[in-house]
C-alpha cells in the first residue's frame, strides 16, 4: 500500500466558532457536525511543506516543497471524528491537479509566507473567486487545554467523490501548540459563508514542525444504525 509522508513547518491554525445551522448546509448529508461547546468551527490551517513523498522513496523533483492552505471543519461519522475540507489551497500546480482527482478537492493558489526575526506572516489569494487572506502573527506562551486538544488531534478526513464518501487517515506524534498574537489585515475565505465570521477574531495557535503520514483514500461503508 502506498503512503505519503510529509513535513509540516510553521503552521498556523485559526479558528472561528460557527452556528451548527449554518456551517451544516455546506458538508455532507452522510457527516454530522462535531461541536465543542454547542458550537461548529471553521479553521483555516497555513504552513509549510517539504519532503512531500512516497514513503521509503526519494522525494519527486518540483513537488515536494509547497505552501498550503487548508479551510475545513469538524466532524463525526460511525464512531470516528476528523475533518471535512472545503478546499486545500497549494502553490504547486501540478500537485494541485494530480491529487484532486479521486481525493481532496485542491486548489491551486498564490501564498506566501514570511518571517523577519520573531514576525511571522502569511498571504493568499485564490483568484478564482477572490477569496483572500493576510495574517501576521507573534509567538506566544505553550498551551494544552481542553479545546486545544479537540480541535487538532485529528486523524482522519472525509471528502465526496462520484457521490462516494472517502476517508483518508493520517498518522503523527500529538501537536505541541504555542498561542499565537494574530493581526488579520484582509480576509474572505469561505465565500460561501460571506459576512458570518470574516470580521472575527479568531483563536490561534502555532506548531513549528509536524512528521506526518497520510494513507491512500478509502470507500466508507453504510453508516451503522
Known amino acids: 500500500m502506498w503512503m505519503m509522508t510529509q513535513t509540516w513547518q510553521d503552521v498556523l491554525f485559526l479558528h472561528w466558532p460557527i452556528s451548527p445551522q449554518e456551517l451544516q448546509k455546506y ?9 465543542f461547546e454547542e458550537n461548529a ?19 519527486i523533483p518540483g513537488m515536494n516543497n509547497y505552501l ?9 461519522y460511525n464512531g470516528r471524528k476528523g475533518i471535512y475540507f472545503f478546499h486545500l ?8 491537479k494530480v491529487t484532486a482527482i479521486g481525493s481532496l478537492p485542491y486548489r491551486y493558489s498564490q501564498l506566501v ?11 493568499s489569494h485564490y483568484k478564482a473567486c477572490d477569496e483572500r487572506l493576510k495574517v501576521t502573527f507573534t509567538l506566544g506562551d505553550h ?21 462516494k464518501l472517502l476517508r483518508i487517515d ?18 474572505s475565505l469561505a465565500s460561501f459563508m460571506k459576512k458570518t465570521f470574516q470580521h472575527m477574531e ?18 466508507e461503508h453504510k453508516k451503522l444504525t
Open 41 to 59: 468551527w471553521l479553521s483555516a490551517v497555513l504552513f509549510k511543506v517539504h519532503r512531500h513523498r512516497l514513503r521509503f522513496l526519494p522525494p
Open 170 to 187: 493520517i498518522h503523527h506524534s500529538p501537536w505541541e501548540l504555542q498561542r499565537a498574537r494574530v493581526t488579520i489585515q484582509s480576509n
Open 27 to 35: 458538508i455532507p448529508n452522510e457527516l454530522q457536525l462535531d461541536l
Open 202 to 219: 479568531p483563536i490561534a495557535h502555532y506548531a513549528k514542525n509536524k512528521v506526518a503520514r497520510v494513507f491512500p483514500p478509502v470507500m
Open 89 to 96: 489551497d497549494v502553490t504547486n500546480y501540478l500537485l494541485s
Open 113 to 123: 509566507g514570511k518571517q523577519i526575526d520573531h514576525h511571522f506572516s502569511y498571504t
Open 68 to 76: 498550503q492552505l487548508n479551510v475545513r471543519t469538524y466532524v463525526k
Open 143 to 163: 498551551t494544552a487545554t481542553n479545546f486545544d486538544h479537540w480541535i487538532v488531534e485529528r486523524y482522519h478526513s472525509w471528502s465526496k467523490y462520484n457521490n
